[in-house]
Nanobody, 125 residues
């Protein structure tokens, strides 16, 4: 069974950068998929923030547009989230999630097939 494992979280000062990674335990078997980053801030609902498809179509939620960049390395079976100019309100647990058999970007967590365990990001001075 494919598993997703996030890494790269940590503590950073405002204005700093982090790169999150989401590695799959083995190669995906679906030709079409969407894989996304979600985050859940303390006391708030989980929210989808960026997604990328098997054909490298990307989508960003407005709050991270221009600040975060999603990418994937299929050879390394890894999804990335480059986060720049971090602010305290970016503090959250960040999760990657995968939806198989879909050609369009997906940020609907209710239809994701597979989730990682999450990685914590803390932005504080």
């Amino acid at each position: 069974q494919v598993q997703l494992v996030e890494s790269g979280g940590g503590s950073v000062q405002p204005g700093g950068s982090l790169r999150l990674a989401c590695e799959q335990s083995r190669q995906r078997t679906y030709l079409y998929y969407s894989i996304a980053w979600f985050r859940q801030a303390p006391g708030k609902e989980r929210q989808g923030i960026a997604a990328i498809t098997s054909h490298d179509q990307t989508f960003y939620e407005d709050s991270v547009k221009g600040q975060f960049t999603i990418s994937q390395d299929n050879a390394k079976k890894t999804l990335y989230l480059e986060m720049n100019s971090l602010k305290p309100n970016d503090t959250a647990a960040y999760y990657c999630a995968y939806r198989a058999n879909v050609a369009a970007v997906n940020l609907d967590e209710s239809v994701c097939n597979l989730w990682g365990q999450g990685t914590q990001v803390i932005v504080s001075s």
